[in-house]
């Protein structure tokens, strides 16, 4: 199916409602036949220190640096997948977005990564952003694919840039540029 989702943008308030399919998402890294997506697997995803930083970053006006912004695709009430934007700390990379990506596991291969990826790119654009950038395991060979197709170029390799499970994994950095 590649219906189009329905996409919401997540306000700094509803940044709690994601956090089971966040903690689902992230469980199945490296697991379950999946390959390795994120070195943040383990992590507590209901730390409240860490998510109070998120919440704050969220409701940062886009004039500040360190913002974030995060969509969701949804049914009703269930989330299928989310996609966020994030600004760094700089002012001389001001024109640069890190962009990160999941979809719950029963969700995939019916298009919402690639139209959540679509939206991002296209809300940078919209904000002036220059470019898009992000990093992605190596061996992720869907989302790599999925990031090649949009029109992504690979910028880096970086070669064993995580041990996770006693697992080498390099990491690929890609960019889209959105001056042409
Ligand atoms: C990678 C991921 C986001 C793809 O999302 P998705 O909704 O399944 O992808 P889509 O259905 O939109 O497919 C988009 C493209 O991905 C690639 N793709 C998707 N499923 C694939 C598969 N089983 N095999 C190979 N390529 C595949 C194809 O290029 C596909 O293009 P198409 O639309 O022309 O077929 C999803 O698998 C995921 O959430 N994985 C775990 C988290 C993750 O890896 N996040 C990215 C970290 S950088």
Redesign the pocket.
């Known amino acids: 199916m590649?219906a189009t989702p329905t996409i919401r943008a997540v306000p700094s308030t509803g940044y709690e409602e994601l956090l089971s399919y966040l903690s689902a998402?992230m469980r199945?890294?490296g697991r379950n036949g999946?390959?390795h997506?994120?070195a943040n697997r383990d992590r507590d995803v209901y730390d409240k220190p860490f998510n109070d930083r998120i919440r704050a970053r969220l409701a940062l006006p886009l004039q500040r640096r360190g913002w974030i912004r995060l969509w969701i695709a949804v049914d009703g009430d269930e989330t299928l997948?989310h996609v966020d934007l994030r600004a760094s700390d700089r002012t001389a990379d001001a024109h640069r977005v890190l962009?990160?990506?999941?979809?719950?596991?029963a969700?995939?291969?019916?298009?919402?990564?690639?139209?959540?990826?679509q939206y991002a790119i296209d809300w940078a654009r919209t904000n002036g952003h220059d470019w898009v950038d992000?990093?992605?395991?190596a061996v992720?060979?869907?989302?790599v694919?999925?990031?090649?197709?949009l029109g992504f170029v690979q910028t880096g390799f970086h070669a064993d840039r995580f041990r996770i499970d006693g697992d080498s994994v390099d990491e690929i950095s890609m960019a889209l540029d959105l001056r042409t």
């Open positions: 590649h998402l199945d890294s999946q390959p997506f994120t997948g962009l990160g990506l999941g979809i719950a596991k969700h995939r291969g019916r298009g919402l990564g690639r139209a959540l990826t992000l990093n992605v395991f992720n060979a869907q989302a694919a999925l990031y090649r197709s």
